[in-house]
């Protein structure tokens, strides 16, 4: 379901800014400078790639995704007219709920699993030509995010049987809109985020081994949709 709607997004970009007649354009000197700033604020939902142990009988999913946030402070250097690279370090805060199954019956409570993440993404951003007081864009980049809600060590007192490496690098893709407006720029943007790594510890909890040996590779997806203000 997500992921149709930020494909509807995409294709939304260009019919957008076709279906505009000609404004006055607002000035936009902020846009001509080398290097400007801005911050940034959006929504979030964090998922599970899983493969499961072919030797295992049971089924591992996330079953619901929920919503999270994203703050992050803009740094753009434009290079050129229709290129920009981006760096918008900030934070991130999510939760991934897991469900076990066998034979199509629920086995467990779920797998809370909590992310709070400090995130470093360098993105390129390929601009289309403005019309009006909007211009559409595509991005692509890599984001290294470290996990600081990741768990050291099982915790005795929640019956979370699963833990996640904190350091993952993922590679981003998307794309938005900028709308000038008098005085500032809005961005809407929606991407995109794999991670490259396994992020399991492949270390049974005490007493509960099933969970993690039942799992072959897990990696971390998340969806966010951002409004950039410049």
């Known amino acids: 379901m997500h992921k149709r709607i930020f494909i509807f997004l995409f294709l939304l970009?260009?019919?957008?800014?076709?279906?505009?007649?000609?404004?006055?354009?607002?000035?936009?000197?902020?846009?001509?400078?080398?290097?400007?700033?801005?911050?940034?604020?959006g929504v979030n939902t964090?998922?599970?790639?899983?493969?499961?142990?072919p030797s295992s009988d049971l089924?591992?999913?996330?079953?619901?995704?929920?919503?999270?946030i994203n703050i992050q402070i803009v740094?753009?250097?434009?290079?050129?007219?229709?290129?920009d690279f981006r760096f918008?370090?900030?934070?991130?805060?999510?939760?991934?709920?897991?469900?076990?199954?066998?034979?199509?019956?629920?086995?467990?409570?779920?797998?809370?699993?909590?992310?709070?993440f400090l995130e470093f993404p360098l993105v390129m951003k390929a601009k289309g030509m403005r019309l009006n007081n909007s211009r559409p864009y595509l991005i692509a980049g890599m984001n290294f995010r470290y996990d600081?809600?990741?768990k050291k060590e099982y915790d005795d007192e929640r019956p979370i049987?699963?833990?996640?490496?904190?350091?993952?690098?993922?590679?981003?893709?998307?794309?938005?809109?900028?709308?000038?407006?008098?005085?500032?720029?809005?961005?809407?943007?929606?991407?995109?985020s794999n991670g490259l790594r396994d992020i399991l510890i492949h270390?049974?909890?005490?007493?509960?081994?099933?969970y993690a040996e039942a799992i072959q590779l897990m990696r971390s997806q998340i969806w966010v949709l951002s409004f950039h203000f410049e």
């Open 203 to 210: 270390e049974p909890a005490p007493g509960y081994p099933q």
């Open 88 to 116: 918008l370090p900030g934070v991130s805060f999510g939760q991934r709920d897991i469900y076990f199954y066998r034979n199509g019956e629920l086995i467990n409570d779920k797998q809370q699993l909590e992310s709070s």
């Open 13 to 41: 970009v260009p019919v957008l800014c076709t279906a505009q007649k000609a404004k006055p354009k607002n000035d936009s000197n902020y846009d001509e400078r080398l290097l400007h700033f801005g911050f940034s604020m």
């Open 161 to 192: 049987y699963l833990r996640l490496r904190r350091a993952d690098l993922y590679y981003e893709a998307g794309a938005g809109i900028d709308f000038y407006l008098p005085y500032f720029k809005l961005t809407i943007e929606a991407k995109m």
């Open 148 to 150: 600081l809600a990741a």
């Open 75 to 83: 740094s753009d250097f434009r290079p050129s007219t229709y290129f």
């Open 46 to 53: 964090m998922d599970f790639n899983i493969k499961m142990n």
């Open 59 to 68: 089924l591992a999913e996330v079953v619901s995704l929920r919503p999270g």
